[in-house]
């Protein structure tokens, strides 16, 4: 497999060349252009039990599309729901974690699973779910806004808003806070809960927060 990441960061297109019979697994809804010999199968990834959870607390589609290239191989395109950016993992074995939404396709042997992020990931305002991604191949993550990575030492602290995580290694611990002591700040500074991750591990953030869009979609159709 091949592939290209057109018109970064702001509306990024994955152009994916794939070789003849290689295939390449995606959420259902993110195909947006494909040869005309490219086959196409829709199924439940993992069995009808993982799907159905996956698809209610995780946020995934229940059906998942595999796409086979034909005898000349053939090429596939990809868009994620929000205007941003596509970014690309290499899985050798490792684990991702990312907010549910965030994953687009991918193309290997990857597993995704549904893992409960939290108690406090209610109160933050995002998914209490995170999707758990494991195997070998690539696996291609979208992000509202640009993407900025962030690699954490042992021991080294960062703080994200919850809003603007799109996933992390599982090496990275995790806890879901206040932005500071005190109520005052969470409710007057304009900063919902933040996650104070400790390394070693990368961490991948999004410039925009995909609430601020609701928020501004809310307020228009109330006017």
Not at 48 to 70: D, H, V
Not at 191 to 199: A, H, T, W
Request: glycine share 12%.
């Amino acid at each position: 497999m091949q592939y290209d990441l057109l018109y970064r960061p702001n509306f990024t297109l994955a152009k994916v060349m794939l070789e003849p019979a290689e295939e390449v697994t995606a959420e259902a809804g993110a195909m947006v252009t494909m040869s005309a010999d490219m086959e196409m199968k829709t199924k439940s990834r993992g069995g009808i039990g993982k799907a159905l959870f996956r698809s209610m607390a995780g946020g995934e589609s229940f059906f998942q599309n595999t796409f086979t290239a034909g005898p000349q191989g053939g090429e596939v395109t990809f868009a994620p729901n929000f205007a941003g950016d596509i970014i690309q993992l290499q899985m050798a074995g490792n684990t991702i974690m990312s907010q549910s939404g965030a994953y687009i396709f991918d193309a290997g042997e990857i597993e995704i699973d549904t893992k409960f992020g939290g108690g406090k990931m209610f109160f933050s305002g995002e998914s209490l779910f995170l999707l758990k991604i494991h195997g070998h191949g690539d696996v291609f993550l979208s992000a509202y806004g640009a993407v900025h990575m962030v690699e954490l030492g042992e021991g080294q602290e960062y703080v994200v808003d919850t809003g603007h995580i799109v996933a992390f290694d599982e090496s990275c611990d995790f806890k879901v806070s206040k932005p500071s002591k005190g109520f005052k700040s969470l409710f007057f500074s304009g900063e919902g809960f933040v996650c104070r991750f400790s390394g070693p591990g990368r961490v991948w953030v999004q410039t925009r927060n995909p609430a601020w869009l609701y928020q501004m979609m809310a307020q228009a159709s109330n006017r």
